[in-house]
């Protein structure tokens, strides 16, 4: 953000998923001190992002002597760390305001943007302000600023993500009806393997020929007499002896 007259703001927005499988506890070396931790998300807000983010992005300066202090210990909070340039260390070393917007896939977001949210809430009520935000007309529609943007925001996460997870299992099963051969040329070409396709299941076992339908026998009657078609030919002048001429 660039106002003329006034020093240049630099926002920096994240959104990480907290659900790590494996994160770093923040025990730090010897060789470079205390590091950042990925792994107190479940006791700690965004512990398991912003405090890495906060090191990725803004980095820190020297804390404490590696000559005399060991590493730093995270419970009592003695110790040293090494120095670390974050991504934005050459717009902090001009004098550039860097704020970071830490957001979690679950729809979590940092001290920093709820601070930010609360600010513009406070201006789109001043005296003077227009505020354009698109508010519900319902009953049940909320008409804070604060509450409206704030839970925009995370619906807007969680459902971005809901739809990352769909296209990912769609392309996985895209990806098992491929042909065995096409894996191995892509492979052979340099580019990534997909995942192997499963072996083919089984053929069934050979069914035995299908036997031809089996026309019903027509029942015998020893005496014509009880054979319904009799009459039926009576009617027409045929009669059941087969040696009777038909001319005569």
């Known amino acids: 953000m660039i106002r003329f007259g006034s020093t240049t ?5 994240k959104c990480y998923t907290p659900f790590l499988p494996s994160g770093a506890k923040g025990n730090g070396s010897a060789r470079c001190g205390g590091a950042a931790s990925r792994a107190d998300g479940h006791f700690i807000a965004l512990g398991n992002t912003e405090e890495h983010l906060s090191v990725v992005v803004l980095g820190h300066p020297q804390r404490g002597d590696p000559d005399t202090e060991e590493q730093l210990d995270r419970v009592s909070g003695d110790g ?6 974050g991504d934005y260390a050459d717009a902090l070393a001009k004098g550039h305001t860097v704020i970071l917007l830490v957001t979690e896939s679950t729809g979590a977001f940092s001290a920093d943007l709820d601070r930010v949210l609360r600010q513009l809430a406070r201006t789109a009520r001043a005296s003077g302000s227009i505020d354009h935000t698109p508010y519900g007309t319902s009953r049940a529609s909320t008409r804070s600023h604060y509450t409206f943007h704030s839970a925009a925001i995370s619906a807007a996460i969680v459902a971005a993500d809901a739809l990352t997870i ?27 393997p997909l995942r192997s396709a499963p072996p083919p299941p089984p053929a069934p076992p050979a069914a035995t020929a299908a036997r031809p339908p089996m026309r019903p026998t027509p029942p015998s009657f020893p005496d014509p007499a009880l054979n319904p078609d009799s009459e039926a030919r009576a009617a027409r002048g045929t009669t059941t002896d087969s040696t009777s001429d038909p001319r005569a």
């Open 9 to 13: 703001t630099c926002w920096e927005f």
């Open 80 to 85: 040293w760390v090494a120095a670390k340039d």
């Open 166 to 192: 769909q296209n990912s299992a769609a392309a996985l099963g895209f990806e098992l009806t491929l042909d065995p051969r096409d894996l191995a040329r892509r492979s052979s070409s340099g580019r990534p």
